[in-house]
């Protein structure tokens, strides 16, 4: 793995990776408030960016201006191509202090995604959290198809299964609709409401219980400042992830499809710009012109309930 830059302010710390601009860890007063990876490397894509296309891409691959691209499956068990290219590749940090840091990449072009990006991750810790926005821009001469996630696993310290048993992990989700798919975790139809249902997650202290997530859910709901919210609630303290307009989807993940120490560990909160193929089906993808760029923003934080 590539250097580790250290950040610190007020109660929070954070450890980015050169490698990939992924989050290795995040803590708030000392407790893990993500799940963290060392040097071995992430496991189930913890903390990684996700681009230029987050989820996954159809094993038939994609149209594009009149060109088929098809990348590279790397996902055995549906036989897709899963979470982008970038998570393996050396950012440069442009700008460091103790507080922030900023990654660039210069992305040439990829197996089935030959288009020019350029690329920055940007930290930044505050008595707020953690803030990470990210800029991509189009430097080529032609159109290019662009989308953008994230995979940070939200943790409370103990197993999610563990909590959930004793009926102390709730779950709150401004989302109106999730994403049906098939065995291949791509979409079936359009986005369904949730009302009622056993993915509805809107009412403050629902408990997640025994229910399975690796769910795609739209149609945020947003405070004030456009910010929709995943908050995981424990019986002392609250971790919540927040996300701008900028990011029209939710990933939730229970980490069902994990073994070992992993399985039902931790929960997985994906603000993505769109859904499970959106390469080949074209919802919600970005289209960036020559010179165009966009920025997307997520953060990250911890609080007492106690």
């Known amino acids: 793995m590539g250097e580790v830059i250290e950040l610190r302010s007020g109660e ?120 990470v926005a990210t800029t991509a821009r189009n430097p080529g001469g032609s159109p290019l198809p662009f989308g953008l996630g994230f995979h940070p696993y939200l943790t409370l310290g103990e197993p999610l299964s563990a909590l959930a048993a ?53 149609e945020l709901e ?7 919210w995943v908050r995981a609630s424990g019986p002392e303290h609250r971790v919540s992830l927040w996300c701008d307009r900028g990011f029209g989807w939710l990933q939730l993940f229970s980490a069902d499809t994990l073994g070992g120490d992993d399985h039902r560990a931790h929960l997985a909160a994906e603000p993505m710009t769109c859904p499970a193929n959106a390469l080949a089906t074209g919802t919600d993808l970005i289209v960036l012109a020559p010179g165009e760029s966009t920025e997307h923003v997520f953060g990250i934080l911890a609080e007492t309930l106690v």
Request: proline residues 9%; without cysteine; glycine residues 14%.
């Open 12 to 131: 929070y710390r954070a450890r980015v990776d050169r490698t990939g601009a992924g989050l290795r860890a995040l803590t708030w007063r000392g407790r893990d408030v993500v799940w963290p990876y060392d040097g071995d490397g992430p496991k189930a894509f913890q903390g990684q960016v996700l681009a230029p296309w987050p989820n996954r891409v159809t094993e038939h691959g994609y149209r594009f201006d009149g060109v088929e691209h098809r990348p590279a499956p790397n996902d055995p068990a549906t036989g897709t191509a899963i979470h982008g290219l970038v998570h393996d590749r050396e950012w440069t940090p442009e700008t460091v202090s103790e507080d922030a840091v900023e990654l660039r990449l210069d992305f040439g072009g990829g197996p089935g995604y030959p288009f020019p990006l350029e690329m920055t991750v940007a930290y930044r810790l505050s008595d707020d959290g953690l803030t």
């Open 222 to 228: 947003r405070d004030a400042d456009g910010r929709a």
């Open 166 to 218: 004793r009926g102390e992990f709730a779950l709150e989700v401004t989302a109106g609709t999730r994403q049906p798919v098939d065995g291949q975790m791509l979409p079936v139809g359009g986005p369904v409401p949730v009302d009622g249902g056993d993915f509805d997650f809107r009412t403050p202290g629902r408990q997640l219980g025994d229910t399975v997530l690796d769910t795609a859910f739209t």
